[in-house]
């Protein structure tokens, strides 16, 4: 199993950006989730979708802002990133967990996600 990210790149403070993640592989996705990891922070949180139902979750920082979407037929996950600010800058790397759907609570915890993509760098400049 490979997820295959893209479309990170360098925007201007209150720009728009979409990253996508592409599983390959035999996978039966449960969920699939967008870390990051910020310059001389640990690996964070983001935005979590269920395979399922599509139910998300995501963390304070980016609600109202950040959307997941998911092509199920593709099996790929999208980031829509509005209203970017320079604290969004980071590496960020998809994620999937095989099998039956975690539930809400549980959709943030990293560790509840078997397979990582390789990140993809957002820089947002002020």
């Known amino acids: 199993v490979q997820l295959q990210a893209s479309g990170g790149g360098l925007v201007e403070a209150g720009s728009s950006l979409r990253l996508s993640c592409a599983a390959s592989g035999s996978i039966g996705i449960g969920n699939m989730g967008w870390f990051r990891q910020r310059p001389g922070k640990e690996r964070e949180s983001v935005i979590a979708i269920r395979w399922s139902d599509g139910a998300t979750r995501y963390v304070d920082s980016v609600k109202g802002r950040f959307t997941i979407s998911r092509d199920r037929a593709k099996n790929t996950v999208y980031l829509q990133m509005n209203s970017l600010q320079p604290e969004d800058t980071a590496v960020y790397y998809c994620?999937?967990?095989?099998?039956?759907?975690?539930?809400?609570?549980?959709?943030?915890?990293?560790?509840?996600?078997?397979?990582w993509g390789q990140g993809t760098l957002v820089t947002v400049s002020s």
């Open positions: 994620a999937a967990h095989q099998g039956g759907g975690l539930i809400t609570g549980a959709m943030l915890t990293a560790r509840n996600y078997e397979y």
